[in-house]
């Protein structure tokens, strides 16, 4: 049946300040099909539906290329308001609900029923009386068409997560003329029992003729409910596919599959590891929006071991756990002695340092001179370039020792800056963060964390972090444990790469391993089990060491 | 000889520029409405004296990101029970004046260990809350001043016979105890209290010589970045303790200073203002809200005060009416005002 499609996207493009987020992504969309919109963390979705749904930040930063066709016509909304009116409805990630209210007054928020009483003469119509029952009815009948049961009288402070997520929802199907709406990883705060709900749920508003675009990262959701894929990456679509044509191997390959050769280079034949220096076991850390559930593993003397997996899964929280930055628990050694963790005073003077990936929030003084920045750990823990004075009374710091000890590190590091009395909020990104490192070696330690070392640097600075990093394990024999969104950087650094997801290690590859490997277990697709085209006896090879 | 000046203004700050070009006209004005220059240098000098450490106490909860210690009457009242306990003692002479700094000073510690921890509560609002510690603990000692038991006729009401007086004179005990030593006399009206002068110089070594120590330096790096202090493994809280304790110490030892050389020990509401000018002169000294030096202390005092005795006595002459204290409160409350959205444009 050859009918106009419900949306057709085409050639559409955007950049922002010179820099290309999305390049000529074409796609269409029939009435009651679901489109499952895949790629990693800045692969460029949520900038697609930014365009789509005509936010302030799109026109603001210079408008994009290509067309928007709604039922064949081409549309350009202004504002988001536009869009609703157009029917298109958008559930995001974070709820916007009104706590204190319920289940209905979020749903019929500012399209309330209403009746006529006399105030209107004098006020105007925003002062007719609500219609509370009518409204029951109405939200009644948006809960019904998810197929869920939710009381509507609930308010929403009081709900489970999942319910908050429905009555989102709810809100967008109350609306009259609806017929596009945007899910944008719905099932993320779920429990799987919630997300199976949300999925009958989908499956019924496409039968009743809404068309949807679902983004998730659990690719097995994607699989089961989406009619095809469309797969993002660096901003182009590398592959639209029927979802019945396809496997979650495939998809996670092209997700994350880069080209090859950039990996492969110089890396060194096998390395020679010595005794076991940091051991973790059962670790968790309440670090906001990188929950660590729980996480074990093993680091060798000389290493460099790297920690992966997608924004938000808890990479982050395992090195800010173990540093002492936030409340964590479980059982954590270096060599043979018990790490007490919250207290990173601890940490460091048992020989861990710590490059944050918070460069300007932790990582330094900005309003201090680059020698301070440098200098002040090392100084504060083991009382380095300090003088005592009237036995041992006083410790005066020693400027003098400070300034050589910065001069050799902005040196070895080549740290460009006017000289060590530079404040450090006057450099750039690159050299800031090797004032950091500078300052992590300056304690001398035994083990090394460096997190997202090449975060919002450039490509020049990159490399040379990455070196410098390198040239500190092989000279120096200091172990390093790096976490890093990038997985490219991991791949060429590191020894072992372990897979964080869902606050717990999914698997833990050589750098050798294919890609497709790694991104299987950034999606958590082993802990479902069934996915396509991945048997129980892949899984036990990636739990090898 | 532009560009210098262009650097000179840049370095200095335009407010500072043209706060000393003010103070100066000012000076050069004052021989022709009658107005004695040296008598207005040596009163400038005197109050310089009296009030630098006072705004010395600004510094150390300015490094350590406290910000500005409006709660300055709390050491300042550690400062009078020392004052009035050493002359219920009946102590004279140096022997009376380090009596009084002696009891100020653990009092003050007390004092400051409950303000530091009762901030480190409030982050963020620390100067609002600060404000109010100063003037609840004043309205406190005013039932307080009434009622602790001291006895000597000096100090008490004369009619009642108990409770102490507004103003109690240090005449007899140790008034100008630290100013008249070494001090200069150039005519009959140019007195340079050298002594004080030398109290004061001190203090801002050892103020100046704490911040070069590893605490010092823990110290303005809480300050500076307190989540980079904590990752580097420096307690913050008790850092900011630290700041408020050293704070309210040098206030307790600010108003005896005062004291010696003013001749008076005023009780009950006469705390409740002091915070304000020493806030206003280390602002015009330069320092920010979360970075302040030693010059900054110096030549914010010597700027706020020389406006402060110049202004009334050579405008009241120009004008020919009597508005000093207005013109002080304009101007301290000005400065303050104009520091505090200063503070807001610098954070973006």
Same mark, same amino acid.
């Given at each position: ?16 300040? %010179? ?42 930063? %210079? ?45 019929? !928020? ?13 006020? %105007? ?26 009381? /509507? ?102 997700? @994350? ?10 890396? /060194? ?71 007490? !963790?919250?207290? /990173? ?97 300056? @304690? ?36 390093? @444990? ?27 590859? /050589? ?7 790694? %991104? ?26 | ?31 022709? *409405? ?59 002479? *140096? ?19 409950? =303000? ?7 982050? &963020? ?34 009619? &009642? ?40 110089? #001190? ?12 605490? &010092? ?54 705390? #409740? ?64 005002? =104009? ?10």
């Amino acid at each position: 049946m050859e009918t106009t499609p419900l949306l057709r996207m085409e050639h559409i493009g955007k950049e922002y300040f %010179g820099n290309r987020v999305l390049s000529d992504v074409s796609f269409s969309l029939e009435k009651g099909q679901i489109l499952g919109l895949v790629g990693e963390n800045g692969a460029g979705k949520s900038t697609l539906m930014n365009i789509l749904f005509g936010m302030p930040v799109i026109s603001q930063t %210079g408008g994009f290329e290509g067309k928007i066709l709604l039922d064949g016509k081409e549309v350009r909304f202004q504002d988001p308001l536009d869009a609703l009116d157009a029917g298109i409805g958008y559930v995001h990630q974070e709820f916007s609900l009104i706590p204190g209210f319920t289940a209905t007054e979020n749903i019929l !928020l500012n399209r309330e029923s209403t009746k006529y009483n006399l105030l209107v003469e004098v006020f %105007g119509n925003r002062l007719e009386t609500l219609d509370r029952p009518h409204m029951r009815e109405r939200a009644k009948k948006a809960i019904s068409a998810l197929g869920v049961d939710l009381d /509507p009288e609930m308010v929403v402070t009081e709900m489970p997560v999942g319910h908050r997520q429905f009555t989102e929802i709810a809100r967008e199907i109350d609306r009259e003329n609806m017929k596009l709406l945007v899910l944008d990883e719905p099932t993320a705060v779920l429990a799987e029992s919630e997300a199976q709900v949300l999925l009958d749920a989908m499956r019924k508003l496409s039968a009743q003729g809404i068309a949807m675009i679902f983004i998730s990262h659990r690719l097995q959701e994607v699989m089961d409910v989406c009619d095809k894929i469309l797969v993002l990456r660096d901003g182009r679509v590398i592959q639209e596919a029927k979802t019945h044509e396809t496997s979650v191997r495939q998809i996670a390959g092209w997700m @994350v599959g880069r080209k090859m050769e950039e990996t492969a280079e110089a890396r /060194p034949a096998e390395r020679s590891l010595g005794a076991p220096l940091l051991k973790v076991e059962h670790l968790w850390v309440d670090m906001p929006g990188e929950t660590v559930r729980d996480v074990s593993f093993e680091v060798r003397q000389g290493e460099i071991f790297g920690i992966g997996g997608l924004a938000g899964q808890g990479k982050l929280g395992i090195g800010n756990g173990i540093m002492g930055l936030y409340p964590a628990g479980g059982k954590v050694f270096l060599g043979d002695k018990p790490i007490y !963790l919250n207290d /990173p005073r601890f940490s460091l003077s048992a020989g861990m340092a710590f490059v944050s990936e918070d460069r300007r929030g932790v990582g330094l003084l900005l309003e201090e001179p680059i020698e301070w920045n440098i200098v002040f750990t090392a100084m504060q823990t083991q009382d380095a370039f300090t003088k005592s004075l009237f036995g041992g009374l006083v410790k005066w710091r020693d400027d003098r020792a400070i300034a050589a000890v910065a001069k050799e590190y902005i040196e070895a590091l080549e740290i460009r800056c006017v000289s060590g009395r530079q404040r450090a909020i006057e450099l750039s990104g690159g050299n800031q963060q090797k004032v950091c490192l500078a300052k992590a070696f300056a @304690v001398k330690p035994k083990l090394l964390f460096v997190a997202e070392p090449t975060r919002g640097i450039d490509v020049g600075a990159k490399r040379l972090v990455l070196d410098t990093l390198r040239r500190y394990n092989r000279e120096y024999g200091t172990t390093i @444990v790096m976490t890093s969104s990038e997985l490219e950087e991991l791949r060429s650094v590191c020894d072992r790469i372990a897979i964080v997801d869902e606050g717990r290690i999914s698997g833990i590859l /050589p750098p050798t391993a294919p890609v497709e490997e790694f %991104g299987l277990l950034m999606l958590g697709t082993t802990r479902n089990g069934n996915g396509n085209g991945f048997s129980e006896a892949d899984r036990t090879v990636f739990h090898n060491e | 000889m532009n560009e210098k000046l262009k650097a000179f203004i840049e370095e200095a700050g335009w407010p500072r520029v043209i706060i000393g070009l003010f103070l100066l006209s000012l000076f050069v004005a004052a021989p022709f *409405v009658r107005v004695r220059v040296d008598a207005s240098i040596s009163d400038t000098l005197v109050r310089f004296g009296m009030n630098g450490i006072l705004v010395l106490a600004m510094v150390p909860m300015i490094q350590s990101g406290c910000g500005l210690n409006f709660g300055l009457p709390l050491g300042i009242i550690a400062g009078l029970l020392g004052a009035v306990t050493s002359i219920q003692f009946n102590l004279t002479g *140096v022997l009376g004046f380090a009596a009084a700094l002696g009891m100020a000073i653990p009092l003050a510690v007390l004092f400051g260990i409950a =303000y530091g921890l009762l901030l480190n509560r409030v982050k &963020g609002d620390e100067m609002m809350i600060a404000t109010y510690v100063g003037f609840s603990s004043v309205a406190f000692m005013c039932m307080m001043w009434l009622m602790l038991p001291y006895t000597s006729p000096n100090m008490i009401w004369g009619y &009642g016979g108990s409770g102490l007086r507004t103003t109690i004179s240090v005449e007899g005990y140790w008034l100008h105890i630290l100013s008249d030593f070494l001090s200069i006399q150039i005519g009959p009206y140019l007195y340079i209290p050298t002594g004080m002068f030398l109290f004061f110089g #001190f203090m801002c070594f050892l103020m100046w010589a704490f911040l070069h120590t590893k605490t &010092g330096t823990a110290m303005t790096a809480v300050g500076s970045n307190p989540e980079f202090a904590r990752a580097s493994g420096i307690d913050v809280n008790r850092m900011r303790v630290i700041s408020v304790v050293l704070s309210t110490v040098l206030a307790a030892i600010g108003i005896i200073v005062y004291q010696q050389s003013f001749g008076f020990i005023q009780l009950y509401m006469g705390p #409740f203002y002091m915070a304000f000018p020493a806030v206003a002169a280390i602002l015009l000294g330069g320092a920010s809200v979360h970075k302040a030096s030693m010059l900054n202390v110096v030549i914010g005092t010597l700027l706020f005060q020389g406006i402060l005795t110049m202004t009334p006595s050579v405008i009241n002459s120009l004008l020919q009416t009597d508005m000093s204290e207005v013109i002080r409160i304009v101007v301290s409350n000005g400065m303050i005002l =104009y520091a505090l959205t200063r503070k807001v444009q610098a954070k973006r």
